[in-house]
């Protein structure tokens, strides 16, 4: 049983991190305004909102596993304080990311803050917080021998760079028309 | 009275345009559907002019629906082909030791040797420094893992790590510090560290592997008893 | 197997753990721990709640008759039967649900008693000096080093690679330690059907490991009052650890203590 709690640990985590990246990635792409506000039909936003709820899902998964995983040294200490786990720093990104996300979630979801500045703020951190996914992905190691893991990688971080810099052009872009 | 005609004659005729192209927008979705669906053609003119822009909000909620039912599914999947993937990777070689077979000790004081022949006929007691011995990888659903026991030259369990493949990452157990401060009345010197076996419920061979008692075990397969 | 000057020292994977054989005597042939091995796969065949070919699964369902079953099952769950009269229900093999589906699983006592055997079989082969510790319940005869004292560390509760306190024993003695470690399987109270959750470990130290095993799990299911119910059982002591840190002795426990400084 414990080795099978393993296992889906690991599966949870990685369709976690790709349905995180997804959620991103539909943020920058049809939330922003390279696309055209006019094009975004109302069910990409509702796609993007519905990625990063069940990215928080599959996060919440991806640690009950490791919690049922009686060899896995994780309990309820290890899971809500960064650094207590015997592997200290791995997890505690992965712990840190979590908060992150149900944060950038919770603040969405049932209801939008209402201070635009500190949402958007709020908002971004899902930026770091899957930066820390990653890190958590690749200081735990249990699939950075996988070629596929690699692959995705990269793709993941060459994606999540050009949606931050479209992000950042679109704003400079609209701070240079206003002046 | 012709330059009010005149004059309004362009107009009407972008008007006309511009509506003909509107009703032209709100038909679509509604053919579409007619053409998608079984929907019989009576309905399709009352679709149109009375819920016209019911039908398309519709029409919108389920492509919504759609993609989050696609977006489920895809992640579900994925996870079910990747428990059952990655443990039928690992499984073709499951208990099969990754690393060199048999314990090899290293005095870490030396320059790194490789591989000195193993020792079996006395344990290396009157070495002042600290000796370190190597476990034979093994494999669990995280990776492969490496159990690594440091011995004091009196043959006194030191420190017990765990090298995690690929990256190395070392989980260290300073097991001198044995007590909590919760236990502390149960606080024990470092000297009388010195442990035979230990006592414990250890439930599959999976916990044993990380367990104290497995190193102990690696230390005896060397000829090493805890008392020198 | 690895046999030095030291010894003989062998690791098995059997009955759902890992079983260390230790023996310290220079001579001792390797036929012994052969046997040892050969034996416990027998009991594993025979007493396993995992398998559905066992005697003891197929006596669960109703399949055989007690009369049917070989010596040693009728044995061991005579023995159950005792400890449960002893421990008024706190142990029980006949109202527990097993991983087989039935509600008969000697387990709690199956362990400890094939380790007693088995050191038995280690002793006709002239082997003196010898610890079988199978996940946790050790068999001791003799010592390991001259004189001195076999020393068990008992683990901590919580940290897997710490240990709570060091005990000593020698000559014939078992120690053996029931506990919930992390989210493990927990231990049922047979006599309510929940899990046990007084105390976060318990270890009993006496003369035979089949029955130091059972003692554990019933002190285990008792909580603190066990102690006081060992009292009444002469050559057995007991040492609890409660989930808050603090820890209980049964009066003769003193004399396995490891004093420090004194000791070494």
Redesign the interface.
């Known amino acids: 049983m414990s080795i099978w709690m393993g296992y889906l640990t690991r599966s949870t985590g990685i369709v976690a991190t790709i349905l995180v990246v997804a959620a991103l990635l539909w943020g920058f792409f049809f939330s922003s305004r390279t696309t055209g506000t006019r094009l975004r039909p109302a069910w990409w936003l509702d796609l993007h909102n519905w990625l990063g709820g069940l990215a928080l899902i599959f996060c919440g998964l991806h640690i009950l596993a490791a919690w049922l995983d009686t060899s896995s040294g994780i309990g309820l200490i290890q899971i809500l304080v960064p650094g207590t786990a015997v592997q200290a720093w791995p997890i505690a990104w992965g712990v840190i990311a979590t908060y992150g996300l149900v944060v950038v979630v919770f603040t969405s979801w049932p209801r939008r803050l209402r201070r635009r500045l500190w949402w958007r703020i709020i908002h971004l951190t899902s930026v770091a917080a899957t930066a820390f996914i990653f890190l958590h992905a690749y200081q735990t190691g249990s699939d950075v021998g996988n070629l596929a893991f690699r692959v995705g990688f990269i793709a993941a971080a060459w994606l999540a760079s050009y949606g931050v810099g479209v992000r950042v052009f679109t704003i400079a872009d609209g701070r240079t028309s206003k002046v | 009275m012709t330059t009010q005609t005149s004059g309004s004659d362009p107009l009407d005729s972008e008007i006309a345009a511009r509506l003909e192209r509107l009703a032209a927008r709100k038909a679509a979705p509604a053919l579409n559907r007619g053409g998608g669906s079984t929907v019989s053609m009576a309905y399709e003119p009352k679709d149109v002019s009375a819920s016209g822009s019911n039908g398309v909000r519709n029409g ?2 389920h ?2 629906k759609r ?2 039912i696609a ?2 599914a895809a ?1 579900l999947l ?3 082909s ?3 993937g ?2 039928a990777a ?1 499984g073709q070689s499951n208990r099969v030791l990754v690393g060199a077979a048999g314990v090899v000790v290293v005095p870490s004081a030396s320059p790194p040797v490789t591989a000195l022949p193993p020792v ?4 290396p007691v009157t070495a002042a420094a600290p000796t370190v011995v190597d476990g034979d990888a093994f494999r ?4 492969d893992v490496q159990v690594e026991a440091t011995f004091s030259p009196d043959g006194a369990l030191l420190d ?1 790590s765990m090298l ?4 190395s ?1 070392r ?1 260290s ?1 300073q ?1 001198n ?4 401060p ?2 502390n ?2 606080a ?2 470092a ?24 190193a ?2 690696l230390a ?8 020198a | 197997m690895t046999t030095t000057s030291n010894g003989t020292h062998h690791v098995e994977h059997v009955m759902g753990t890992a079983v260390s054989i230790d023996i310290r005597d220079p001579h001792c042939s390797p036929d012994a721990v052969m046997d040892v091995v050969g034996w416990l796969h027998h009991v594993d065949r025979t007493f396993s709640t995992y398998d559905n070919a066992t005697q003891i699964s197929a006596l669960g369902r109703g399949d055989i008759t007690l009369a049917e079953a070989t010596d040693e099952v009728r044995d061991v769950l005579r023995m159950c039967e005792v400890i449960r009269t002893e421990t008024a229900d706190a142990f029980d093999a006949f109202d527990i649900p097993a991983p087989n589906g039935t509600r008969l699983d000697p387990s709690g006592l199956v362990k400890g008693w094939a380790i007693e055997q088995a050191s038995g079989i280690l002793e006709e082969h002239g082997c003196e000096n010898l610890c079988i510790n199978a996940g946790g319940d050790i068999a001791i005869r003799g010592h390991p080093l001259g004189m001195e004292p076999w020393r068990v560390g008992i683990r901590h509760p919580e940290m897997r690679d710490a240990v709570a306190l060091v005990v000593k024993v020698s000559e014939r003695c078992a120690v053996a330690t029931s506990a919930t470690y992390e989210r493990g399987p927990h231990i049922i109270d047979p006599r309510s059907g929940d899990p046990a959750l007084n105390l976060a470990s318990v270890t009993v130290i006496g003369p035979n490991l089949g029955i130091a095993d059972a003692y554990a799990t019933a002190i285990y299911v008792m909580g603190l009052g066990g102690l006081e119910w060992i009292e009444g059982h002469a050559g057995y002591d007991a040492y609890a650890i409660t989930h808050h840190g603090s820890t209980s002795w049964s009066s003769g426990f003193n004399q396995y203590r490891l004093c420090d400084k004194n000791d070494t």
Not at chain 2, 120 to 123: D, N
Not at chain 2, 164 to 167: A, D, K
Not at chain 2, 177 to 180: L, N, P
């Open positions: 919108r909620r492509a919504a993609a989050r977006a489920l992640s994925t996870t079910g990747l428990t059952f990655l443990f690992d079996s006929a006395s344990p669990n659903p995280y990776g017990v995690r493949f690929p990256n990452n989980e157990v097991i510090q044995y007590a909590t919760r236990l009345s149960e024990l010197s000297q009388s560290a010195q442990v035979d076996t230990i006592s414990g419920a250890t439930y599959t061979s999976n916990d044993y592997e990380r367990s104290l008692q497995s102990i075990d005896r397969a060397d000829g090493i008893t805890q008392l």
